[in-house]
């Protein structure tokens, strides 16, 4: 495999690290296969019902139709008018089952690319993905893609932008025709019109006049634009008031700043399958996009002092003090691990390179664990499944690397003598569960290994073997029943694993019903040795929180910092079963007041135990109820399908949240128990004929109403 030097001399403000994000089938591999192609990166187009596109590479996203795995590719574009470009791209899942993978390459890009099937409009995974970038204040602009459907309408997709996402769209397009009739584009910045003609392989655009035929939408939607870049950059609004011309760079460089700014978005279209507005949309990428230079240096933790790499925990507050570094090759290395793949032979770590540069020779620090990494195994550039190796990774690469042995998914790696933690990737609870079991003893060590590697590789599945839980069964568990399929058929074709899977069941948690406080001094005999140690703790509700904090309010002289660490690791340990159920413990705060410690007697094992034990004390004291995972149920159905929808919801607990028209069908929101979710698509077809469409994501734990909660076991 030949090597090539990274691009380190690359201009940092000609690079592009965005995503593809949308709904499920909205036609984000079709708009990434198609960017693939008339970028040269690609020499033919693949398509996503055939199972040959590149991105979707995995055997059961080509047999599903669907993205299952975030996938990367690297392509150059010139846009009309500038300099080359280099445009990393991660096109992402759109099921909800799979929002690990979305919100991971998030947490890394620069920018994204907003996906909207120009038919239904703003769907629900939308919505999701949506609010996910605004988390991370990513810039955005979005596409209106399929345009070429029938029932398709470019301006009613704008109003559902505003209403549904409350965003500020901004038009710098509109389309010359609709439905089958849909021809091309109107560029509203360089009033120039964009026009395909059909063929295989697809003829390049004709740039041209507008047509007469849309002269008046250019004109008004042009006005509307210029009105709104006025308001929201001062430039474009001076230039207005002046009545000085506005030209298209000063039009480019104010909807750059609105763009950067997530003050405002502009909006495309065109329709990918048909080959049409790709080459726009990809002019857009380089004119509106941020570039790395053009975000914020990127916030963390260093040690206080000099700080020369040596081991302290992330959880020491005191130890840590507010950090950045800018987006530079001149800055200390500095890189966020986004992702791993594992497999029989090797772990492929994904790296997000913020500052400096590293190659294969470079020791890097791993803060999270104080050891060193080296990138000896190589670096790679990444097209979805297959690598090119190069010599050095640098500031803005998004490159894969072989052999890191302590590094997983949201830690840093960064240069030893100048350590910094970034902060990690949040995920969310899974909130279905499975039970896996070798077919035969001699499987059984393959699948512990293989369990490990693939909940490595995904935080949003977490496996619980027999001797962690009551039920003697290894339960693996995950954000849906999609999800938990896709995993048991890679035990069998990644790791040739066979294994007897049971039914999905939910996943519960639990909380406390009320404030509970104890206090508990632990002694034990060890050898000729006594070790003591005290904890006095409280426990309260925190409704809605989604997690489990541990909090500290005590002096060090009661409990000494350096125990504290370990003590919150004893109480977290303890929290993931507690109970009769045994189930994690979630929307609870633990509040460590005060302790006993004495200097001959103390150490961290007898605090660990103390902790323990006053928890379990805690909890009882405060009494426990059992929490379920509630789903957000999105239904569109026909008006006059309505009763049989309302009917099954009401069987299964479902609380209608809203009901609006959605041009000729009627959309429900609606929050539903997830036990209540199973065989739901089953029961939908069944009842509508096939005619209602659905999708499912997570909302909140709530309180298990009195009896509905079955036994596991």
């Known amino acids: 495999m030949a090597k090539k030097k990274a691009q380190a001399s690359y201009p940092l403000e000609r690079v592009r690290n965005i995503g593809i994000v949308a709904h499920v089938d909205a036609g984000k591999t079709t708009t990434t296969e198609q960017i693939n192609y008339y970028t040269g990166a690609m020499h033919r187009i693949g398509s996503v019902d055939e199972g040959n596109t590149v991105t979707d590479w995995n055997e059961q996203e080509q047999e599903r139709g669907i993205t299952i795995f975030s996938a990367n590719v690297t392509v150059h574009w010139t846009p009309t008018g500038g300099d080359e470009h280099r445009i990393n791209i991660i096109d992402t899942p759109g099921h909800i089952d799979f929002t690990a993978e979305v919100e991971r390459a998030l947490r890394v890009l620069d920018g994204a690319v907003g996906v909207f099937c120009g038919v239904a409009g703003v769907q629900a995974q939308s919505s999701t993905v949506w609010r996910q970038a605004d988390t991370y204040g990513v810039p955005r602009i979005a596409y209106v893609n399929k345009l070429d459907r029938t029932g398709a309408n470019f301006y009613d997709v704008l109003t559902d932008l505003k209403d549904q996402l409350d965003m500020m769209p901004i038009p710098v397009q509109v389309p010359i025709g609709e439905e089958k009739g849909f021809r091309g584009v109107v560029d509203l910045v360089t009033q120039r019109a964009w026009m395909w003609?059909?063929?295989?392989?697809?003829?390049?655009?004709?740039?041209?006049?507008?047509p007469q035929g849309v002269a008046d939408e250019v004109q008004l939607y042009r006005e509307q634009m210029i009105e709104r870049l006025a308001e929201l950059d001062e430039e474009v609004g001076d230039a207005f008031l002046e009545e000085r011309e506005l030209t298209p760079e000063l039009l480019r460089a104010g909807l750059r700043?609105?763009?950067?700014?997530?003050?405002?978005?502009?909006?495309?279209?065109?329709?990918?399958?048909?080959?049409?507005?790709?080459?726009?949309?990809?002019?857009?990428i380089c004119h509106y996009l941020p570039s790395p230079p053009d975000r914020p240096p990127i916030e963390g933790r260093a040690p206080k002092g000099k700080g020369k790499g040596k081991r302290r925990k992330d959880e020491d507050q005191d130890a840590w003090e507010p950090a950045d570094r800018a987006p530079s090759i001149d800055e200390p290395f500095c890189a966020l691990a986004f992702k791993t793949v594992s497999s029989k032979t090797n772990e492929l770590t994904y790296l997000r390179i913020y500052s400096g540069s590293a190659d294969r020779s470079n020791q890097l620090?791993?803060?999270?664990?104080?050891k060193k990494e080296r990138l000896g195994g190589g670096i790679y550039r990444l097209t979805a499944n297959r690598k090119e190796a190069i010599d050095q990774a640098s500031v803005?690469?998004?490159?894969?690397?072989?052999?890191?042995?302590?590094?997983?998914t949201g830690d840093t790696l960064c240069d030893a003598q100048h350590p910094i933690i970034l902060e990690t990737i949040g995920f969310p609870f899974p909130v279905v569960s499975r039970a896996v079991e070798p077919k035969s003893t001699k499987d059984k060590d393959d699948l512990r290994n293989a369990l490990e590697k693939l909940s490595k590789d995904d935080p949003t599945l977490t496996v619980s073997f027999p001797e962690d839980n009551d039920s003697g069964q290894t339960l693996i568990s995950g954000m849906g029943e999609l999800h938990l399929e896709v995993v048991t058929r890679r035990l069998m074709d990644d790791w040739k694993v066979e294994a007897k899977v049971g039914k999905p069941r939910v996943s519960y948690k639990q909380t406390v019903k009320g404030p509970g406080k104890a206090r508990h001094v632990w002694k034990h005999e060890q050898g000729d040795k006594q070790l003591m140690a005290g904890i006095q703790l409280e426990v309260k509700a925190t409704p809605k929180a989604g997690k489990l904090s541990v909090v500290f309010a005590c002096s060090g002289e009661q409990v000494p910092a350096d125990y504290q660490p370990a003590i919150e690791d004893a109480l977290r340990g303890k929290a993931s079963g507690v109970g009769d159920w045994g189930d994690p413990l979630i929307d609870t705060e633990i509040k460590v007041v005060g302790g006993t410690f004495d200097p001959e007697l103390s150490n961290e094992t007898a605090f660990c135990a103390a902790a323990s034990f006053a928890l379990e004390q805690a909890l009882e004291d405060a009494g426990l109820v059992s929490l379920e995972p509630v789903m957000t149920l999105v239904v569109e159905t026909p008006e006059d399908l309505l009763g049989n929808v309302q009917q099954d919801l009401q069987m299964r607990r479902a609380q209608i949240l809203s009901m609006n028209p959605v041009k000729d069908r009627l959309r429900i929101v609606a929050a539903v128990p997830m036990a209540e979710t199973f065989g739901y698509s089953s029961d939908i077809r069944s009842r509508t004929g096939g005619q209602a469409d659905f999708t499912l994501e997570p909302r909140e734990y709530a309180v298990v109403p009195e009896g509905k909660r079955p036994k596991l076991f």
């Open 197 to 210: 003609d059909e063929g295989d392989p697809p003829p390049p655009p004709v740039e041209g006049d507008v």
């Open 257 to 284: 700043r609105v763009t950067l700014a997530c003050k405002g978005y502009p909006v495309l279209c065109g329709s990918s399958f048909k080959h049409k507005g790709v080459q726009p949309l990809l002019d857009a």
């Open 365 to 370: 620090l791993n803060p999270r664990t104080g």
């Open 396 to 408: 803005g690469d998004m490159v894969g690397v072989v052999g890191l042995r302590y590094t997983r």
